[in-house]
């Protein structure tokens, strides 16, 4: 009976083998030996980095890893792995936005070091890399899955941090306006735009079946006499334009100052085609002016964006850096030195 | 003070008997216009001024200027080329009819007609019209909606008395206040009324010329206004005026009374031949226009807000003369007022909104109902005679803006007429019309004239 209790390892211990290491010690006298209850005290560490300094770092890190390891080997029987070099580039360039180390580490439940926040990004970064090759390829299961894992390891506001620099898109409400801003100096203006209405067609007009005659009659004319036979009937729409709800001309009395306001819209043409209403604050009447184009410009450019090229080139759409210099020590104004005095 | 002068004016009268003279009259030297090729003599300043310097000379010279100011070379001077003073006139625009004033012809430019007793030639324009009829080719306007309502309110007029019809033209600074009275004027005036019109109101009351305080009437009468005003009034309705008669006798200071059946002819050329008698005459010739109805009589005004404001002449103290107190100016307002009316006939004014010196008073704009600027609640000071003078006045509101085709026909008179420096196609119209924001006057000066565009 005692020996069905020797411990398993022994079982196969060879009493003849000359290569142990331990001093021989005869089965017999480890009868009393209770080998169960030593297994009870000191139980088996539950995961391979239990000796390691930082246990739940390394069990995420090596689950991070396993998990890229499946996505490698999924890809590669897909035949997407390794990636020649012009797919490579077709890839689109991706910005990541990771947490950062003091929430990694939360997440991660340890504090980490800089390295160590590096070594997981890194893992993170391949992760989204074989996302970005799924996404490509179409594999939507394989993407979803990565997904799943990188998502929880994104910043909150990572839509934001990767949109910084870019312009943001300029939204439209309900009624078809948008609304942008327009600064120059220390004027800022908030521009409305709305496309002019259209008053509905003539219905009789349209109904009625003009006979051929009639239509070569009035080519002849026009072609003969263009001044006086284009006066038609159809309505001309023509823009409103409206500065801290004054009109223009009448907010803006200096010639200057209203062509700069309609210069945006002229050169777009795109006359009595929108409606502008706009809020100025600040600076003077120039300044003013040149920020309600600038509004006038950025608003049309989201409306139709094939003129945003010409406003662009027009250089309508930059906000004017140029602002007014400080005075300096030792001149008289910015530029303006004093009189020189030879003696 | 006042009896003093009264006495002086009574002796000199006395010792001038027989002189055809006006009574002394306060004369101001720079009142007075200088008579051309005459020397205007600087005042000596002191020990440093020099007699008949050449800058006297020179001042009469830039005052020739500016009063010539504006004014086009004829064509026969233009003979180089370049004038092009040999191409055709392709501005064909049809005569100003009345018959043809419907609808139909709305935002379409007629020409004004040239004639001898035109009115527009005897009696002046005011200053920036003037200016654009002698830019364009030949004086002419474009027909607007309002033009035909004003033409309506006319006809309508024409067998009402006057104290029905006071009409006042508003609306903002240059939407076409003035223009429209014009066009008032010479529809009524082919229409064969009895036609007055006063092109620049603020010239009755800024002290441009001489007063004289009449013990009569308690007054300051302008004799100068009231012989011009005749001369002209006269020169313009001479046909009319020949067949009508005066109905009672009149009496005239220093003369014997005109009796009743003289021809008003006759009565006008009284005031003419003596300058002194003018304000009475004339005072006498609207009464006697006033009662008969054979012809309704338009008086037109422009600049009507200085009517109402404070005039600018001083009494011996010194302070302002109220506007009602002279007699050109309270002729007309008792018009507006309805206090005197013609029997047939209308009055319309048109106020000027861009005169700082006389701007739109208080009273005039709450018996307008216009939108205030200025304090208006019930602490402050409003003039109980101007608040009479305005009662019962109608209001006529001009659009501030022209309508498309109105533009249209305003750009297609200066375009034909070679006065628009820019290439003259659409995008230049909408351009031009979107920054002036419709306004005629910003359009036309700040817009098409002003702006050079390839």
Known sequence: ???????????????????????????????????????????????????????????QLSSLESALQHAKTALTSCHLLPLPQFAREALPPRVNAWVDKRELGLKLRSTLTTSRYRRVVLVLNELETYRAIAEKAGIA????????????????????????????????????????????????????????QQPPADKSTASQSIPAATETDTALTALLDPISSSKSNEPVSVSQILVNNTPLSAYFPIPADRARVIHPIKLAGLLGAYNIFAIVRGGGTSGQSGAVAHGIAKGLAAHEPAVATILRKAKLLRRDPRMVERKKPGLAKARKRYAWVKR | MLTLSVRCQRVSCQLFASSSTTPLAQTRSYATQPKKGQIVKQASQGFKGKKNTPSGQMEHGK?????????????????????ESDRPDTLALQSFHPEMLTRVVESQALKFPHNESDPFRIFGLPRNIL????????????????????????????????????VVLTGPQGCGKSYLLLQALQYCNARDWLVLYIPRATNLVNSTTAYTYDMRTRTYSQPIFAYQTLQRFLKVNALRLEQLRTQTEIEIERRPPVP???????????????????????????????????????????????????????????????????????????????????????????????????????????????????????????QPELVEYARGLERLAVPGSLSVPEAASVFEVWMKDRAVPSKPNDELFLTKYSEASGNARAFVWKGLLSSMSA
Request: hydrophobic content about 35%; aromatic content about 10%; some cysteine.
């Open chain 1, 141 to 196: 299961e394989l993407q979803e899955g990565i997904r799943g894992i990188t998502e929880l390891f994104e910043r909150a506001d990572a839509a934001t941090m990767l949109a910084r620099g870019k312009a943001k898109p300029v939204k439209f409400d309900e009624y078809g306006r948008s609304y942008t801003l327009g600064k120059r100096k220390t004027s800022s203006a908030r521009v409305w735009i709305v496309p002019v």
């Open chain 2, 260 to 382: 009743p059946g003289t021809p008003l002819v006759e009565l006008i050329n009284i005031g003419l031949k003596d300058q002194g008698h003018a304000p009475t005459v004339l005072g006498a010739v609207l009464e006697e226009i006033g009662k008969q109805t054979i012809f309704p009589v338009l008086l037109a005004v422009d600049d009507f807000q200085a009517l109402y404001c404070k005039s600018h002449y001083r009494d011996q103290h010194f302070s302002a003369i109220k506007s009602y107190h002279l007699s050109m100016p309270r002729l007309l307002l008792e018009y507006a007022s309805g206090q005197k009316s013609f029997a047939r006939g209308a009055v319309f004014g048109a106020i000027s909104m861009g005169n700082t010196t006389f701007p739109l008073p208080l009273e005039l704009r709450e018996a307008l109902s216009l939108e205030h600027d200025r304090p208006y609640g019930p602490y402050v000071k409003r």
């Open chain 2, 63 to 83: 005052k020739d200027k500016k009063m010539m100011a504006f004014q086009p070379l004829p064509v026969s001077q233009l003979p180089h080329p370049l004038f």
């Open chain 2, 131 to 166: 200016v654009e009829f002698r830019l364009l080719s030949k004086p002419c306007s474009v027909i607007r909606s309002v033009t035909i309502d004003a033409i309506n309110k006319l006809d309508a007029a024409s067998d009402k008395n006057s104290k029905e019809s006071r």
């Open chain 1, 1 to 59: 009976m005692n020996v069905l209790r020797r411990p398993a390892g022994l079982s196969k211990f060879r009493f003849y083998s000359t290569q142990t290491t331990r001093p021989f010690v005869p089965p017999a006298s480890l009868n009393h030996f209770d080998f169960r209850q030593r297994q009870r005290e000191k139980p088996r560490p539950t995961s391979p980095a239990f000796y390691t300094a930082r246990p739940e770092f390394y069990d």
